[in-house]
């Protein structure tokens, strides 16, 4: 959506809709609030029944979006602006060294 470093909004398709994420500082979303947030702000009255046996919500992010998967509450699942992720892994704060 933009090419400014410091803007973490980006776009997601749920269910073949287009969801467009508002900038936030931290760029992260959680699956709950995605899910809160989108009937009031896209088409949502459009989007279709997924055709996989998933049951649920289809998710499509753009590359570079981090998902991170907590252990336990799925609605927990949070994802995290490509901006954001570029940002961390510049300032060395994605990976830490595993020791093992």
């Known amino acids: ?3 400014d470093p410091a803007d973490n909004r ?3 398709s749920v269910c073949d809709v287009q969801v467009d994420l508002p900038h936030r500082d931290d760029g992260e979303w959680t699956l709950r ?3 809160d947030w989108a009937p009031e702000h896209s088409a949502w009255h459009t989007r279709k029944r997924c055709l996989s ?3 649920g919500s289809c998710l499509i992010v753009p590359e570079g979006t ?3 998967v907590p252990k336990g509450e799925a609605m927990q699942v949070t994802l995290v602006a490509p901006a954001e992720v570029a940002r961390r892994i510049a300032e060395g704060r994605m990976w830490a ?3 093992t």
């Open 1 to 3: 959506m933009t090419d």
């Open 10 to 12: 980006f776009s997601i």
């Open 33 to 35: 609030e995605i899910l």
């Open 53 to 55: 046996s998933c049951g």
């Open 66 to 68: 981090l998902v991170e």
């Open 97 to 99: 060294e595993s020791g």
